[in-house]
Structure formats: C-alpha cells, structure tokens
C-alpha cells in the first residue's frame, strides 16, 4: 500500500482551493457587471475562471435533478426517495406522483470512481415508461471502519437483497462493471429456486469475459501482478474524513487513469470550452462544463472490491471459466431459466470491446432461446450504449421492449365491458411469465 498518496493528493487539492474560490468569485462578479461580461475582455475572463474553476475534483453526488417527466403530455413531479439503505449503498426511487403502474426497473450502476449521477441520462430516458429504482453507492472514504469490509462478495449480496426489497417481478438493470455482479446474483438465486428471481436481466457494455477482443484497459489490468496493484494503486483516506483510515483504491487516482486513455481528446474539449465561450458561444461551453462537472465528480472503491474485481473479472477471467465464487459458492449462469436476458454493445467501445458482454448469452446455456437476445450498437463507443441519442432512439426501445414483452400482464379473450373471472395460467404461455385472464361471460361478437 502507498500510505501517503491519498494524502499528498488531498494536501494539493486544499492548498488550491483559494485559487478556485477565487475564480469562482470573479465569476459571480461578472454575473453582477454584465456590461463587462460581455466585452471580449470579460468573456476571456470568464473562460479562464470556468477553466480554473473545474481544475478541482469533488468528491460528494451531485443531484440528480430530475424535477419531473412528461406523461401523456402532463408534467407529474418526480421524487427521489431512499427505500433501503446501507452504509455502502442507498436504494433510490424515483417516485412519480400519480403515476399508473408501471414496470419495476432495477438499475445497478457502476461503483468504478463516479457516482450513480453519471447514469442521469439513463434514468430520465427510462421514467416515461418505468417505476426505476438505482443503487446509488455511497463514496468509501465517507464510511467509518466500523462498518466493515465491502468486496466483491458483499456487492452481490447488495444486489440480492435489493431485488428481494423491491418484490415479484423486478426487472434488472445492470451497466458496464456491474453485469459481472448482476449475473452472479440472479444465478444464485436461480441456484435457490427463489421466487423473486427478476423478470429479466438487461447487461450493458460489461466485462463478462474480457479474453474476447481485448482492449487497453483489460490489457493493463493484466500488465502487472495483484500484489502490484495493492502496493502502488491502494491508498488510506486521511485523517479528517468519517472513513479515516480505510484503505481504498482513490478516485482521482481512477479518473487520471480514465483520462491518460485518450488525453488529447479531454485537451480538445477543455480549449473549445475556453474558445466558444470567449467568442460569446456560452451554450456550446455550457455543456462542456456540465460535463466535466459530473465526471469530475469522483468517488473512491474500497481496496477489497476493487482488488477482488481486478483479480476474478480481468486476470483469472473466474466467471466464463466457471471458477468464480462468491461466499463459498460457485456461481452457475445455467441455473438461470426463468429470468429473460437482453445483452447490449457498442461498436466502438474501447472499455467493454464487442463480443465480451454477449458471453452472457453462452453462459446462460440453458434460458430458452425466445429468452434471450443481442443487440451491438453500430457508431456508438462505452458511454453512448447508455447515453445519448442513439442510445434514447435505437437502444432503449430494444430495452424497453424486453422489459415490457415480460411483465406479466392480462390477455383479455373476447373482451366485453363485463367482469372478467381469473383461470389459471395456459400451460405454455405466448410470454414469459404472462397471465392469462379469459372472459368467460362475453358473448360471440355478431357477424
């Protein structure tokens, strides 16, 4: 473990912090004078404040913000509520007042050093048509160490209990890091034979066996030895913060990893920030600064889970191999019957390369082939498979349409205005898990 990294980092981020206040102040300034805030002189001033200003990274979830969505052409107000929580993890509803019933969705975001809030898009395009629920990871470095460890072992248990809480029917939601953890928890309660298995299982852009086109994150996660990893990446949070003492793997020290992947990329789009806004185009900077704001936004990984994923998911590929444990026991996707799987990729991604999320498909050897289903996403890179417009016109209504064929729903027979008496279930129904209600008073319609 490097016990002074974390500490360094934090000694550097509160030396500058009078640097940003400044900056942010000189800001508000402008917001006051707008007569000079629109000279040239002040837009430049502006540019170069927004630009010191998000130099800094922050380590606490920004809001969602998502006040209300349309339904059949009304407003009707959302409202985050906490359903379960832990001190690892708060299950979040968004509650939408007066809404019909509507499929329960499960999202399982990512705990890879961003918040839940970079699933924001995600959520909103899914509201319309969802009651959506999402786990929304509270940063380590907030939890005392009296509260324990968190592994690999303890995340799937999160996603268990959470189904369990939210009731019959759910439907699971997992993208990127997370379909390991998804996969691993609906097939231990298929093992079980419980009866809240998820009505089905939607998998993003994640590493279900990262032996299959390789990219550079996968190859770097194999580069070097586990005890490499723990000695030069593993870091204790500082004194003056509730988890003082833990060790965990530092955000920033993920989100420099992210950005040293493309870095000419962030270059371009921080210096077309400065320009557009110096040249009076603050819509166009706007958006590059909203950005950056939420990926700047980071969050620490406990050492354990971060330590255990890189060990199981990308150096002994555990999961593909059969070889992947969790508590003592083996985790089998072919136990899986009853819950309908969807599985999506991006043409481009170069986290998550094409091929490694559809090895859920073979994995799950034993679902019914009407069951499961693929789609790659052409244009796309790892972000735009859940945000963005493809993902809003071409993917979500391929998610939606999964998540909808199997919710269990009434077929009405020769439906009259009378009441309806409920049968039994056909013996092989047009849709998983789809009940069938047959009007046994209706008469024959005229000819």
């Not at 990512?110 to 319309?128: E, N």
């Not at 700047?296 to 354990?304: G, I, N, P, R, V």
Request: net charge neutral; hydrophobic share 45%.
């Amino acid at each position: 473990m490097n016990p002074f990294a974390y500490s360094g980092y934090q000694a550097m981020a509160d030396l500058t912090l009078p640097v940003r206040h400044g900056a942010a102040l000189i800001n508000h300034a402008l917001d006051a004078w707008p007569f000079l805030a629109d000279t040239p002189r002040g837009r430049s001033l502006r540019a170069t404040c927004d630009l010191l200003a998000l130099s800094a990274l922050t380590h606490s979830r920004r809001p969602f913000a998502i006040d209300s969505v349309e339904l059949e052409g009304k407003g009707v107000p959302v409202v985050e509520e906490i359903t379960l929580a832990t001190p690892f993890c708060s299950l979040l509803h968004f509650a939408k007042e007066g809404a019909p019933k509507q499929p329960r969705v499960l999202m399982i975001a990512p705990m890879s050093g961003h918040f839940a809030t970079l699933l924001r898009g995600t959520v909103r395009t899914l509201l319309p048509d969802h009651d959506v629920y999402i786990t929304d990871w509270i940063n380590p470095r907030d939890v005392p160490l009296m509260q324990g460890r968190f592994g690999f072992d303890e995340y799937v248990q999160h996603v268990i209990d959470f189904i369990v809480a939210l009731g019959p029917n759910t439907h699971l939601l997992a993208v990127c890091q997370p379909t390991v953890a998804a996969l691993a928890a609906v097939s231990l309660m298929a093992a079980d034979d419980h009866p809240l298995q998820p009505a089905s299982m939607t998998l993003m852009a994640g590493p279900i066996d990262t032996r299959i086109n390789p990219t550079s994150v996968n190859a770097l996660a194999k580069s070097k030895p586990i005890e490499w990893f723990e000695r030069n990446l593993i870091s204790a949070v500082p004194w003056g913060f509730a988890g003082a003492g833990r060790r965990v793997y530092p955000g920033h020290t993920q989100l420099m990893a992210f950005m040293a992947m493309n870095p000419a990329r962030h270059f371009d789009a921080f210096e077309d920030m400065v320009y557009q806004r110096a040249k009076g185009d603050p819509a166009k900077a706007e958006a590059i600064r909203v950005f950056y704001e939420e990926y700047f936004a980071t969050m620490d990984l406990t050492a354990d889970f971060y330590l255990e994923t890189i060990d199981t998911v990308f150096q002994r590929h555990a999961l593909p191999l059969h070889e992947l444990e969790v508590r003592g026991r083996r985790i089998d996707p072919s136990m899986i019957r009853r819950t309908a799987l969807l599985t999506v990729e991006g043409e481009r991604d170069d986290i998550c390369a094409v091929g490694q999320t559809l090895a859920a498909q073979e994995l799950c050897n034993k679902l019914r082939p009407y069951m499961k289903t693929h789609h790659v996403q052409t244009g796309v890179g790892h972000y735009g498979v859940f945000n963005g417009k493809r993902w809003e016109r071409h993917i979500y209504p391929r998610v939606r349409a999964m998540i909808h064929d199997n919710e269990p729903s009434p077929i009405v027979i020769n439906a009259r205005a009378q009441p309806l008496q409920s049968l039994a279930p056909l013996a092989r129904p047009v849709k998983p898990r789809m009940d069938v209600r047959i009007d046994v008073n209706a008469q024959p319609e005229a000819p």
